[in-house]
């Protein structure tokens, strides 16, 4: 069984006090003719009486001075629901039959905290046999191995029997008890272990498919439905006896709190997985919060369970389950009407459900009649229900499957388009970068022409042409600023003799040589040319405070007298220098030059000795 045992139970209470005064039982006798080969269900004999006290004992049952009543079984003086009293029944067995009779006597319902059992002779009110069965008892410690309380019983011959039970139970009661052929048992116990055991199998099967999915394409729903599938398989278990049986036969009291427990766990899991699947934060924030508020409840419970008694936690458990199934049944009905087909899908789970736990309900009620289908209808509604949820899963992954499909098909056009796009922008790009290649080439072309016309192609100095041009410019700047201006003409003394000694590449390497010495000894803003041969004029931007034409022909001369290595020759060199000042010398730029000649013609007449050379052996 799983969490809506609980509910059906519930259900069963509320429907049993609007049914009035209808009788679910007649106290009439058993009478056991035959082999009695098909089971006899012994609720219908019932008759009852209620001890609030918990003060009678079998001795008090049987004694002549205590009158005790026995009513027979109705819905007014008893309901499947939490009692704190003990419950007495009482059965009315005949064997009429000339030989003693064995049978088992099986309580349907495996979650009863206290059992006394006492077969009695009518007539001489002689305890025939005697059982006691709690649950602070092991599993191991039944009289029969069962998850269920199962006892051997003989009935002797020709003989009038009273079965007495005394129950008590602080959850709910189910107080079924069935007689049976041993032989008839094993079958039929065979049949619903083999239904559990497949019920769990498929429980299993889900479990581990869907963590197989999660793992794989990494969508909570699958961990969720997971969860949930585990905790259905922990509650069935639990509730059965099955665990009992073989996962903790020795621990009686962790098999008490795991019923209620496990149930908590489940409809917390159920909650997880109906917000995720349906999206309810984002479709129907209202009803999400509803849910994350009944989450918020099983969750205290399952905190409290172990510290408050087993009839408050079950209530709560009871109660919030109906508001949860309210909640899903409102969700996807919403949502439904939206039209989401997935809505549709779990509606029609969760009511499949529902027609489980009121097959089991009816079967109860003895509406219809207790066979595995009735008896077994809540586990079969809720194996449906997990069945429908799987399939609403997988079809859930097809969606996504065509979606990502499309996505995918939709990202492959717009991918196209970009790559045609960018194609485009390429060629646009490839002929606008071939038009400005052009144009530059065109632009260094003539760069490079005008180079050739403004610069010495040799020593890379301005030329004749480019030095008077900037000579005019610089007289003008002077003019404005009242500065002066120096201009310096160099001459190379008997250049010809390296020309004629040592050929003219030596000529050529000298001149660059003297070029770059030159440059050297100048700042930036100045101005140096290599006019013609081996001539050289100096434009200077100076004043009177921070320049002395004589200190820097000084210090040229010195740079030109340094010792020059060309092609294995020391060569030193010596320059003649003529200086020129603006405006004391002249104003304009021919007297300027003029001036300057003569003063390095001059300097010239003072050289004793212009080149000297030195050739490497």
């Avoid at 003990?86 to 006597?105: E, G, H, M, R, S």
């Avoid at 449906?384 to 939709?410: G, K, W």
């Avoid at 000298?510 to 070029?515: D, F, G, P, S």
């Avoid at 050289?536 to 040229?556: A, G, W």
């Amino acid at each position: 069984m799983t969490i809506q045992s609980h509910i059906t139970f519930w259900l069963t209470s509320c429907l049993l006090m609007l049914l009035g005064p209808i009788s679910i039982a007649h106290a009439e006798a058993v009478i056991l003719k035959g082999d009695n080969p098909t089971p006899i269900a012994l609720a219908p004999h019932y008759q009852l009486h209620i001890d609030s006290q918990h003060t009678l004992s079998i001795d008090d049952v049987l004694s002549p001075s205590n009158k005790l009543e026995f009513a027979p079984v109705t819905d007014q003086n008893y309901k499947l629901e939490l009692h704190q009293a003990a419950l007495w029944f009482k059965v009315d067995v005949t064997n009429a039959n000339a030989y003693d009779i064995k049978q088992l006597l099986e309580f349907n319902f495996p979650l009863l905290d206290d059992l006394g059992i006492y077969i009695v002779h009518k007539h001489s009110k002689r305890i025939l046999a005697r059982f006691d069965a709690n649950n602070t008892q092991s599993f191991n410690s039944r009289l029969y191995q069962h998850s269920n309380f199962i006892f051997p019983v003989t009935l002797p011959e020709k003989s009038d029997l009273i079965f007495y039970f005394r129950i008590k139970s602080d959850r709910y009661i189910a107080a079924d008890a069935t007689l049976w052929q041993p032989s008839a048992f094993a079958e039929q116990d065979q049949l619903t272990y083999f239904l559990i055991c497949l019920y769990l199998g498929l429980l299993i099967s889900l479990i581990c498919y869907n963590l197989f999915l999660f793992i794989l394409i990494h969508d909570t729903h699958y961990i969720y439905y997971a969860l949930f599938s585990s905790a259905m398989l922990w509650a069935v278990g639990s509730y059965q006896g099955i665990w009992f049986e073989l996962l903790w036969p020795t621990l009686p009291h962790w098999q008490s709190l795991s019923i209620p427990i496990s149930f908590a766990v489940s409809g917390l899991f159920a909650i997880f997985f109906s917000r995720s699947f349906l999206q309810t934060k984002s479709e129907v924030p209202i009803l999400d919060k509803a849910f994350i508020y009944i989450g918020i409840v099983f969750v205290l419970t399952l905190c409290a369970t172990p510290f408050i008694a087993s009839t408050l936690s079950m209530k709560i458990i009871a109660l919030c389950t109906l508001i949860f199934t309210f909640i899903a049944f409102s969700t996807a009905s919403l949502l439904s009407i939206r039209g989401s087909w997935l809505g549709r899908i779990y509606l029609i789970s969760w009511l499949v459900f529902l027609i489980g736990v009121a097959l089991f309900s009816a079967q109860t009620l003895g509406w219809l009649p207790n066979n595995r289908w009735t008896h077994n209808s809540i586990i079969y509604g809720s194996a449906l229900e997990i069945i429908m949820l799987f399939f609403t899963l997988a079809q859930r992954m097809t969606l996504l499957n065509n979606e990502n499909n499309y996505s995918r098909q939709e990202i492959f056009k717009a991918q196209n388009q970009l790559i045609n796009t960018l194609r485009d922008n390429d060629r646009q790009l490839f002929n606008l970068v071939k038009k400005r290649t052009t144009t530059l080439e065109k632009a260094n072309a003539y760069l490079l022409s005008q180079h050739g016309k403004m610069y010495d192609t040799l020593t890379g100095l301005a030329n004749a042409a480019l030095i008077t041009e900037q000579l005019q410019l610089l007289l003008t700047a002077c003019k404005r600023k009242k500065t002066k201006l120096v201009v310096l003409l160099l001459n190379l003394n008997n250049f010809k003799d390296v020309n004629t000694k040592f050929g003219h590449e030596i000529g050529d390497k000298l001149l660059i040589t003297i070029a770059a010495k030159i440059r050297d000894n100048l700042r930036e803003s100045d101005i140096a040319a290599r006019t013609k041969g081996d001539e050289f004029i100096i434009l200077l931007d100076v004043n009177n405070t921070n320049k002395d034409p004589e200190q820097i022909s000084r210090k040229i001369k010195k740079a030109m007298t340094q010792t020059t290595i060309i092609d294995g020759y020391a060569i030193q060199a010596s320059v003649s220098i003529g200086t020129a000042i603006y405006p004391d010398d002249g104003e304009q730029a021919d007297d300027l030059l003029s001036k300057a000649t003569q003063a390095m013609y001059i300097d010239k007449g003072y050289v004793v000795s212009s080149v000297e050379t030195l050739t490497p052996p």
